[in-house]
DNA sequence: TTGAAAGCGCTAACAC
DNA sequence: GTGTTAGCGCTTTCAA
């Protein structure tokens, strides 16, 4: 490559400072630059502020892989995702990163083909040092999630759970929530409400749907309808409320938003069906755009704070506590009461 | 720390395995390794295989983290990322994560609040090795471009441009778009074309409005109003509509799709105007929203395929080639028709 | 409390 | 072609 500064002090090409060159300038071991900039490190805390001073000065920070080779750790979380069009996983994505960011902890995405095991890919990931991994779609197999945790690794199921696994995870009360939807609907009067579901063995999906019936069941009303789209999209949503809206159902309630709105505008547009006046929709998330005007929907609010709360603190655990299934959150959501849901006459 | 693993064999914690263990098994040297996984190493392709043979088998992967510390290159893509409420960019982030992946690059989702100076977090990339960022959002000093463009690193600006800077940069042709907008309304019969800028200092928002206001001209119509929201959000373009919309325009084209839906949204039920009846409206980015039945929005597409085929071109360039602004690539959109423009009778 | 030295797992000269 | 050797910039014993 050729290089046309002629000066050898290069001004520009600088890489940055290493921490020997910065002890060298100080008069002092390397080995006490790197004390400075640890947590609990045995240094006296008139050195450490003169160490830490000059960085300042001279633009030294700690180079990060480095640490990482001899630490194992890497300060580095893995967020898995594969269905990015769903804006519920967007809204968690970008607090959640922020968050991890405000704790020091940086962020890298792995998205995989929707509906792939991810086991595959995780290895990659192992390479990078990731000190965890946030899951937010997709299966990994016992065997793929042992060798994480066998490696000190957390995998953390978010906002859904894997059954099979002794995995701690972050999660909205799914059952919790169809049940509300259900009490909501046979309280407004609804007597022959439906059930749109996503991936009929995605443990949130059948989760609500059993609130839902059971819900319905306490209260003497049975499930007039149900039908999984495979997925969680608007597409499918539109679908499925083509399908099921022409068995007259007096309330569907989607296992999320997004799908909700595709079935709001199915009924709509597709049905010629009025909502809430012919019949009343019902979705799961709160996404912004459920509260739009178009929409109006009526949805059980996912804890979305909370929720990545009790991530951040279980991906800030100092090594050593090992976390199980036993440290899983799951947390209450609330109804939100729009205008997608009409009081039907008895 | 206590270890309650009695055995010496340790099944479990073992960590992963190492080049130089594995050139122990097979009796040859660390470096030989080493080489089996560059790609133009001089190896024999008899001991290529033998190795990767090997690898494979005992579940040998090179670590990543100490590659980097030597070649200074990390094979990660830092992605600068403010503003996620825009389905827009979300609509790019997650394919252009998967490419990149495709290529063996891993990407580090960086998120900044909105509208911030990102030269305070960029060192912080810098600590990773990162090897190049895409900048979607806000602003970057030229000291602080330079000094990465300096470490050999590329800082890519995308479906953005920071004029001041000689950075290449990959995006759609704002200019011709809002140039097309302004042909197609004029076309179209209107008299009264309004529009709604974003923040009124980016480049963006500047190119679109100026290529919408400079072929209003060339065809004799008048640029009827003009309001910036300051940002690009569905509620900014609410108040924007509300606004501009009592003055009576008979078409408002707005920079971006999510300020023309809630745009189209505060026409419709805070003026109860008829869209596109009363008004037409057009949007920008042609985001999967724009095509549901609701809102039928009119656009100008960008070309997001190209786009990041451009990005990925210029991401994964060998070293050694500068990469300065001449080669940027600007992209060439479509005017995408749907029902929220209508003729207007002359 | 600080310094010296070894090593984390790899790449890249340099020999042979 | 392959082995040897010297680092990459840190953390972490071990001495002093």
């Known amino acids: 490559m050729t290089d046309d500064s002629a000066d050898e002090s290069d001004a520009g090409r600088r890489a940055p400072l290493t921490g020997r060159e910065l002890a060298k300038a100080l008069g002092i071991s390397q080995s006490t ?92 990931l192992l390479q990078y040092n990731v000190d965890a991994i946030v899951v937010m779609t997709g299966t990994i197999s016992a065997e793929m999630a042992r060798r994480w945790a066998d490696a000190g690794r957390l995998v953390l199921p978010f906002s859904y759970t894997i059954p099979e696994l002794d995995l701690p995870s972050v999660s909205c009360d799914n059952e919790a929530g169809g049940r509300a939807v259900a009490q909501h609907l046979v309280q407004m009067g609804h007597k022959r409400p439906a059930f749109v579901g996503g991936h009929p063995h995605s443990a949130t999906s059948v989760a609500r749907g059993r609130g839902f019936a059971q819900g319905l069941e306490e209260l003497g009303v049975p499930l007039f309808g149900r039908l999984d789209t495979g997925e969680y999209t608007y597409e499918g949503g539109y679908a499925a409320a083509l399908e099921l809206g022409r068995t007259r159902p007096d309330a569907i309630f989607f296992a999320d938003d997004i799908m909700a709105l595709g079935g709001m505008d199915a009924l709509r547009f597709g049905l010629g069906l009025s909502v809430p006046q012919d019949i009343s929709v019902v979705g799961f998330d709160n996404i912004p755009l459920a509260g739009w005007p178009t929409y109006e929907l009526t949805t059980f609010a996912q804890p979305v704070e909370p929720m990545i709360e009790a991530a951040v603190r279980l991906l800030t655990r100092r090594d050593g506590e090992a976390v199980t299934a036993e440290h899983s959150a799951l947390l209450p959501g609330t109804l939100v009461q729009r205008k997608s849901v009409r009081a039907r006459g008895r």
């Open 33 to 124: 630059i790197s004390r400075a900039f640890s947590e609990g490190a045995t240094i006296s805390p008139k050195m450490r502020a003169k160490v830490l001073e000059a960085a300042r000065e001279l633009g030294y920070q700690p180079n990060v892989i480095a640490r990482s080779l001899t630490t194992r750790r890497s300060g580095i979380v893995g967020i898995v995702t594969a269905n990015m069009t769903n804006p519920f996983y967007v809204s968690i994505l970008q607090p959640l990163a922020r968050r991890l960011q405000q704790m020091g902890l940086q962020t890298l995405l792995f998205s995989v083909p929707s509906g792939q095991q991810i086991d595959s890919q995780l290895p990659l």
